[in-house]
């Protein structure tokens, strides 16, 4: 990532906060819940590993290249569970997204690996558009409702809280597209 060390580390920082809540929501007894929390973990390592400042560390070639196979593949994986509902598309659009800046982080020189690109490529622009609106729809939901529906026994299933994450990761990938 480019950019102020500060703002790097702070974003590490969320991000791998959030990949850990996942881990923990993981243990839930909703199914439904364990699969989607496991696909947001690992958004939230991989952008935490993918925001580490690169004046820190500047992983080589390859490591980029990882990260667009896993990326790409999680994205394949969120396309096939798209059929079960609407959600699994945003997933697929944050893997995507993942994969198109491992690309780009792969394909750029070594020489421009500390300085930002000439512009942004129009999908670069369109992504950062999408996560930008998804990020205000996200904060619009954290307002609170009046209670209903079954009580909540685990804080691992609190709907908020997965609500948060989902917009902490989703502010996360406006600031590294804003950096590409």
Do not use: K, N
């Not at 299933?157 to 804003?178: K, Q």
């Amino acid at each position: 990532m480019h950019g102020p060390l500060s703002a790097a580390w702070l974003l590490v920082a969320l991000c791998a906060a959030t990949g850990a809540y996942c881990l923990l929501r993981m243990r839930s007894d909703v199914e439904e819940q364990r699969r989607t929390a496991g696909g947001e973990a690992l958004m939230g390592f991989g952008m935490a590993l993918m925001a580490v400042p690169a004046a820190v560390l500047t992983p080589p070639r390859g490591a980029w290249l990882l990260y667009a196979v896993v990326f790409g593949a999680a994205a394949l994986r969120a396309l096939w569970a798209a059929r079960r509902g609407a959600h699994h598309l945003h997933h697929l659009m944050g893997s995507f997204t993942m994969a198109y800046m491992a690309v780009a982080m792969a394909a750029r020189p070594a020489a421009h690996a500390h300085h930002g690109g000439a512009g942004a490529p129009a999908l670069t622009g369109l992504l950062l558009g999408y996560f930008a609106l998804y990020v205000l729809w996200s904060g619009a939901r954290l307002v609170p409702a009046t209670a209903s529906g079954p009580a909540i026994t685990g804080w691992g299933d609190r709907p908020e809280l997965a609500r948060a994450c989902r917009l902490s990761m989703g502010i996360g990938m406006v600031a590294m597209l804003l950096t590409m």
